[in-house]
Nanobody, 115 residues
Framework: QVQVVESGGGLVQPGGSLRLSCAAS????????MGWYRQAPGRQRDLVAW???????NYGDSLKGRFTISRDNAKNTVYLQINSLKPEDTAVYYC?????????WGRGTQVTVSS
């Protein structure tokens, strides 16, 4: 059974930074490209970035530069560093494989950017 648990979200002021973590249990992490996704209120869930087992990365449109995805294969953990946060980054952030599989969605972690 595969489980993912996201953490690290919170309330932050514009311009601040956060580091999100995703702990993944089960075999899938060792073989899968992993991704971070986000869903803002009233909007669809979109890909933020993905990272392969070998460290190749890809970012959603206009997100490269402020977002950095990384992974620690020894810890079965994927990270998302977000810098220069903007109010429009407010969303629930999720991790999953890429492409995403319905059975792997966790509860996500809420990021709220507000002064």
């Amino acid at each position: 059974q595969v489980q993912v648990v996201e953490s690290g979200g919170g309330l932050v002021q514009p311009g601040g930074s956060l580091r999100l973590s995703c702990a993944a249990s089960g075999w899938i992490f060792k073989v899968a490209t992993m991704g971070w996704y986000r869903q803002a209120p009233g909007r669809q869930r979109d890909l933020v970035a993905w990272i392969s087992t070998g460290g190749t990365t890809n970012y959603g449109d206009s997100l490269k530069g402020r977002f950095t995805i990384s992974r620690d294969n020894a810890k079965n953990t994927v990270y998302l560093q977000i810098n220069s946060l903007k109010p429009e980054d407010t969303a629930v952030y999720y991790c999953n494989t890429w492409p995403a599989r319905n059975e792997y969605w966790g509860r996500g972690t809420q990021v709220t950017v507000s002064s």
